[in-house]
């Protein structure tokens, strides 16, 4: 049989979310993609069914197919843009259920930094027992759950020991065939002493990165870890590294409320972190904030001014008792917003949708307006916006772009009834995530029939989830007898 070339989906409903109506519902739609582009798009016919069929033949893959008879199947399901992930972290996925009820910093503490130490430490006695090195375990088990959740494309946040480790990180990528920009980390103040920075080591990890041949799907730009953790000393170089490179520059900020007012009270006296940021001119359009929960009377208007972006986690900051940032004011001053999940240590899941749904949630009882971010929005946010925030050329459905679309099976009782006029309210309040049917990426298939395929290395779902589920057990008894870490911004 020949290869195909060319691959068609048809579903009962179509979300294009392009163009200048992304209002637009499309019933019986269709996307056929031509290699890692959209060819075309819009609704179906059975002309352009007798077309597709005549013009591509065997190099014609038909999603959903499943052996029935000639010609396309239309599926009980809702075709959109594949999710976009603008902050995350790929070597949380084992600590779900880990130090939970504690702030953030006592968090990083008890969770984050004790189990990227315990596998950097045990390394090589851990690649006995899992057969594979613990990081590239973990990184595996993201990149999965991202795929289970729709999300082919991430901006992760690579810090803590895993900072050491990003040529593994971006192996596993390129096997998942998602994509993903890995901002590396670095801190030189206020954390655990085994991981402070100088900036030429900063520096050179970036240039390590740059250096790996063979990426077709994975890039770097500076991620230092936090506002409170880096100094100017090492900010300002590490800024300047991304605009000669052409990069983003990606930061954790003022996201737990404890530590903001620490820093504002004895780090950096009379300023808040973003105030900081703007007097050593780390703040542009290039630059993506993670979280700015806690914000001072300045902070918004600051952010606008410079054009930097924000990125919402509204599952992690309500989880880790963080707050919650301004959004509404954020979007009115125009500055750019994109929902996210942050870690699965945090966020517990990946679950994109549910983390646009909460963000709605808070917003409409705190400002008891219930008109404030509905399903479109939301939708946008989680799909094209944070494309764009990361130079991505998806999150809509239209010809040109990049193939990344995904199917939402609507083959769940939560999702009876759904028609035209409720299709896109139903994937924010009804959903649950797990009806992620089918994901496409560049054209290349990653899920299908609810099942998520083999990497290319040839590793399966079950062998990734069982090396995981066994390195967390190792981990929860390493914690038992392991020293307490206590080092962590205001956490002393």
Not at 201 to 227: H, K, V, W
Not at 265 to 277: D, H, Q, Y
Not at 380 to 394: V, W
Not at 424 to 447: C, F, H, P, Q
């Amino acid at each position: 049989m020949k290869p195909s070339t060319h691959i068609i989906l048809r579903a009962r409903f179509l979300l294009p979310l392009a163009g200048a109506d992304k209002t637009l519902r499309i019933e019986d739609g269709y996307v056929l993609a031509e290699g890692e582009k959209i060819k075309e798009v819009g609704r179906f016919t059975p002309e352009i069914a007798k077309r597709i069929l005549a013009t591509y033949g065997d190099h014609l893959q038909i999603l959903g197919k499943k052996g029935q008879g000639p010609g396309i199947p239309c599926l009980n399901g809702v075709l959109l843009p594949a999710f976009v992930k603008a902050h995350g972290h790929d070597h949380e996925q084992p600590l779900i259920g880990i130090a939970k009820d504690e702030p953030l910093t006592a968090w990083l503490d008890h969770a984050v930094n004790p189990f990227t130490g315990f596998i950097n430490k045990q390394y090589d006695s851990l690649t006995h027992e899992l057969g594979v090195t613990p990081h590239i375990a973990t990184y595996r088990m993201a990149r999965l759950c991202d795929i289970h959740y729709g999300i082919t494309t991430s901006m992760v946040h690579h810090c803590n020991h895993n900072k050491y480790h990003f040529k593994e990180i971006a192996l596993v990528n390129e096997w998942a065939g998602t994509t993903m920009i890995v901002a590396i980390g670095g801190q030189d103040r206020h954390y655990v002493a085994e991981l402070l920075d100088q900036p030429e080591d900063a520096l050179l990890r970036l240039e390590q990165a740059l250096s790996i041949t063979g990426l077709l799907r994975t890039s770097f730009c500076p991620g230092p870890d936090q506002i409170f953790s880096n100094s100017r000393k090492i900010l300002v170089p590490l800024k300047e590294w991304a605009r000669k490179h052409g990069t983003l520059f990606h930061i954790h900020s003022s996201e737990e409320p404890k530590t903001t007012r620490w820093f504002k009270e004895a780090i950096e006296p009379g300023k808040t972190p973003v105030e900081f940021a703007e007097s050593i001119g780390i703040l542009d359009e290039d630059s993506v904030l993670a979280h700015q929960v806690n914000c001072g009377p300045r902070d918004v208007e600051i952010l606008a001014k410079t054009k930097a972006k924000v990125v919402h986690n509204p599952l992690a900051n309500t989880i880790l008792g963080s707050g919650m940032p301004p959004i509404i004011e954020m979007l009115k001053a125009g500055v750019p917003v994109a929902i996210s999940t942050d870690g699965s240590g945090s966020a517990d899941n990946q679950n994109i949708m549910a983390a646009a749904r909460l963000a709605a949630q808070y917003q409409k009882a705190k400002y008891q307006d219930a008109t404030l971010l509905k399903s479109q929005e939301l939708l946008e946010m989680i799909t094209s916006i944070p494309a764009k925030m990361l130079r991505q050329d998806q999150g809509e459905l239209a010809v040109e772009k990049r193939a990344d679309f995904i199917l939402l099976t609507l083959d769940k009782p939560n999702l009876v009834p759904t028609r035209l006029d409720n299709v896109m309210e139903n994937i924010i309040w009804a959903a649950d995530g797990s009806e992620i049917d089918t994901v496409v990426t560049r054209g290349r298939v990653l899920k299908e029939g609810g099942r998520v395929l083999n990497f290319s290395d040839g590793t399966s779902p079950e062998k990734i989830m069982s090396t995981v589920q066994r390195l967390s057990e190792l981990f929860v008894e390493h914690k038992k007898t392991a020293p307490e870490l206590k080092g962590t911004g205001a956490h002393k």
